[in-house]
């Protein structure tokens, strides 16, 4: 796996979470090959950049690749991808899969399940990965999924063993627990990154609420490496990473006087 670090950037809306998370994908791209993945609903990464950005990779300057995901085709193509292999596995029932399929696009954590499959991916292709995450409720439920769906696939490789060992007594071939077994070892995977390459930065700016919200980050996943980050930094003492205010940080040229310097030396360490 080529990845050295996954950065997450997240945090109240409107704290500047999109331009951070510009400006360190930027300064990351001078050292390696670095994409920058916004999973915000309310994309922003084209404006910032001044380079347009959509649902497929965009390569923006020299090692430095963009991409906005689109929630809803995400979530299509992974259930396409999943419930399409299983009901080739399992013929006898795939019109029970193509029901259930119908149910999991709209589940509540459909669109977070599709993205941390996608993140893999991202993960094997890239040296650095830096997330523009959504506000701070829906980026925990990012976090929160990826253990949920640990134990099921866990439950769910339980159940194939149970049955690989009748289809084998019957003489029968049983590809589905190969199918469990890769979806559970990809899944191990990605919580390998996330517990031992990942940071998060909780950004705040000095007021109140914003704060409020880094602090729950912080709380939240303790488990994990987070930092705040107070943005548009004036005079507030704090044991924190501090970016001072920057006038119209948009666009390449203008990202580059971006004071990112410190986050940029944490993801180095």
């Known amino acids: 796996m080529l990845l050295k670090r996954l950065v997450f950037f997240g945090g ?4 500047g979470k999109s331009t951070l998370s510009c400006g360190v994908a930027l300064r990351l791209s001078k050292i390696d090959k670095t994409i920058l993945l916004s999973v915000d609903p309310a994309h922003s990464l084209s404006g910032i950049l001044g380079v347009p950005v959509g649902s497929h990779i965009k390569h ?10 689109d929630a809803r085709v995400l979530v299509e193509e992974y259930a396409q991808r999943v419930l399409s292999a299983l009901g080739e596995l399992l013929p006898s029932v795939s019109s029970g899969i193509r029901e259930y399929a119908r149910y999991l696009k709209s589940s509540p954590t ?10 893999l991916d991202y ?21 929160e999924t990826a253990h949920m769906v640990e134990g099921w696939y866990g439950f769910l490789h339980k159940v194939a063993k149970e049955r690989h060992k009748v289809e084998s007594f019957m003489g029968r071939e049983d590809k589905l627990i190969g199918f469990i077994q890769n979806r559970k070892e990809r899944l191990e995977t990605l919580l390998h990154v996330l517990r031992e390459k990942a940071l998060v930065f909780a950004v705040a700016n000095e007021e109140p609420l ?5 602090k729950e980050i912080r709380e939240k996943l303790r488990d994990m490496k987070v930092y705040t980050v107070i943005n548009r930094w004036h005079s507030m003492e704090c ?3 501090k970016v001072p205010e920057t006038e119209r940080p948009y666009g390449l040229e203008a990202l580059e006087g ?3 310097e410190e986050i940029v030396e944490f993801v180095l360490r």
């Open 12 to 15: 109240k809306g409107g704290v």
């Open 110 to 119: 459909a669109q977070e399940t599709a993205a941390l499959d996608r993140l």
């Open 239 to 241: 044991d924190c990473i």
């Open 123 to 143: 993960c094997q292709e890239f040296t650095y990965v830096v997330v523009d995450s959504a506000p701070t409720g829906q980026m925990l439920r990012f976090f």
């Open 210 to 214: 914003s704060l409020q919200e880094a």
């Open 60 to 69: 923006v300057k020299e090692r430095l690749f963009a991409v906005e995901l």
């Open 258 to 260: 971006f004071r990112v």
